[in-house]
């Protein structure tokens, strides 16, 4: 498993120099000078050279790179073009209410998504499997938008039973993590089901049954575990879109998250701030791709010894 792991760690190193290039060039790819734009259109030649030789912008294209990459090794992400706040004080206050969001919609997603599709599988072609099918396509069809709404008029404004925005208490996350979870259980539900189904096909869950195994016993330690790796690859990915995802649903629900700073920088063309967040969501997406490589040779040994 160690040499495993350390293949798949080696691996994601080109793939982060590959991205800091892409986020470094991001600035330099924008229409017009980002000194002028920095400088705003009344800024005179000498304050626009300025900002050009404070920003180091006036130096060769590797120069600055390497300068980039030396600040960004020291934790250094520059100043917010906007309110001249450094960027990682702006991501430390903003980073704890996304995070939360994103585990709770997850962690509810994986759960209830799975137990929806073990027992699909299970009862094929009955009534608990057309319950849950039913489910999983309600859930697939309803845009996040829409829902976030929804969710606000009736348990909120109707019940008064949630708050309809901000980050007061954990009652905060529970609207918002239902929104930005759905889509993710019913795409959750679908693929285990399918992978149960398949897995319940397999000679070893025939001969399980012959020798007299409780049923029980066969779903949850045979089956359950290696039906697992699709359903592992399928949440794997799919939590590294919940970031993104993040953005839509903080901006309805006002949540004070990296979504909502990201929107925000967006309107107001603060690139420096919007450098680091591409940088901050390119790199979770990687490591979450590698904790899915990861799993996938804890769950299926056969993984390990083919590499």
């Known amino acids: 498993m160690g040499r495993y792991a350390l293949q798949r760690l080696l691996g994601v190193i080109p793939l982060l120099f590959i991205v800091s290039v892409l986020v470094f060039l991001f600035i330099h790819l924008i229409p017009g000078d980002p000194a002028r734009l920095i400088a705003g259109k009344d800024a005179t030649l000498e304050e626009i050279h300025g900002i050009q030789e404070q920003l180091g912008l006036n130096l060769p294209l590797w120069k600055q790179y390497i300068n980039y990459m030396g600040d960004l090794l020291t934790g250094n992400l520059?100043?917010?073009?906007?309110?001249?706040i450094p960027v990682t004080d702006m991501l430390e206050s903003r980073i704890m209410p996304t995070l939360w969001l994103t585990f709770l919609s997850m962690a509810w997603a994986l759960v209830i998504g799975l137990l929806i599709g073990v027992i699909s599988a299970v009862y094929r072609n009955r009534w608990p499997d057309h319950l849950g099918t039913l489910t999983a396509i309600s859930g697939m069809s309803m845009p996040g938008f829409w829902l976030g709404l929804v969710l606000i008029q009736i348990f909120s404004v109707e019940l008064g039973w949630f708050p309809t925005g901000g980050v007061d208490s954990w009652k905060s996350y529970i609207l918002p993590s239902i929104t930005l979870g759905m889509g993710i259980m019913s795409m959750l539900a679908r693929y285990s089901r399918s992978s149960m189904l398949e897995?319940?096909?397999?000679?070893?869950?025939?001969?399980?049954?012959?020798?007299?195994?409780?049923?029980y016993v066969v779903i949850s330690r045979h089956a359950l575990r290696n039906s697992l790796i699709q359903v592992v690859t399928v949440a794997g990915l799919q939590f590294g879109f919940l970031l993104g995802g993040s953005v839509m649903v903080e901006t309805v629900f006002s949540i004070p998250g990296l979504g909502r700073l990201l929107v925000d920088s967006i309107l107001f063309r603060d690139y420096t701030v919007i450098q680091a967040l591409l940088l901050l969501f390119s790199t979770q997406f990687i490591l979450i791709n590698l904790i899915v490589d990861l799993l996938y040779g804890v769950l299926n040994p056969k993984i390990r010894f083919s590499q």
């Open 199 to 215: 897995t319940l096909r397999e000679d070893y869950i025939r001969t399980g049954r012959a020798k007299g195994l409780r049923e």
């Open 78 to 84: 520059g100043n917010s073009i906007r309110s001249g």
